[in-house]
Nanobody, 117 residues
Framework: VQLQASGGGLVQPGGSLRLSCVVS????????MGWSRQAPGKQRLTIAT???????LYTESVEGRFTISKDNAKNTVYLQMDGLKPEDTGIYYC????????????WGQGTLVTVSS
């Protein structure tokens, strides 16, 4: 397994979760890492990316609430999610892409996040 995501679960609105993704070294060092979300009945959406140099980008709906980061020593990418809303519910996938303009080449298995009271 090249991308192994974990950390999903059930959380109340306003709560927090942290997702983790352990990545094989060859991918972690050479690709832009990110997280995509597939909400029920909707297409997958890239919500956050981080370059090898640490530059981050977010989709507007999560800007200011979610933080993507990475630990180079552990080959791990994180997604800290604060102020969660019901519309954040979905399956979250760890991804790796060559450039910001391409679709992900690698996908993790997905972890389910449910925001509900």
């Amino acid at each position: 397994v090249q991308l192994q995501a974990s950390g999903g679960g059930l959380v109340q609105p306003g709560g927090s979760l942290r997702l983790s993704c352990v990545v094989s070294g060859s991918i972690f060092s050479n690709y832009i890492m990110g997280w995509s979300r597939q909400a029920p009945g909707k297409q997958r959406l890239t919500i956050a990316t981080i370059t090898t140099g640490g530059r981050t980008l977010y989709t507007e709906s999560v800007e200011g609430r979610f933080t993507i980061s990475k630990d180079n020593a552990k080959n791990t990418v994180y997604l800290q999610m604060d102020g969660l809303k019901p519309e954040d519910t979905g399956i979250y996938y760890c991804t790796a892409r060559a450039t910001q303009f391409e679709q992900p080449k690698y996908w993790g298995q997905g972890t389910l996040v449910t925001v509900s009271s």
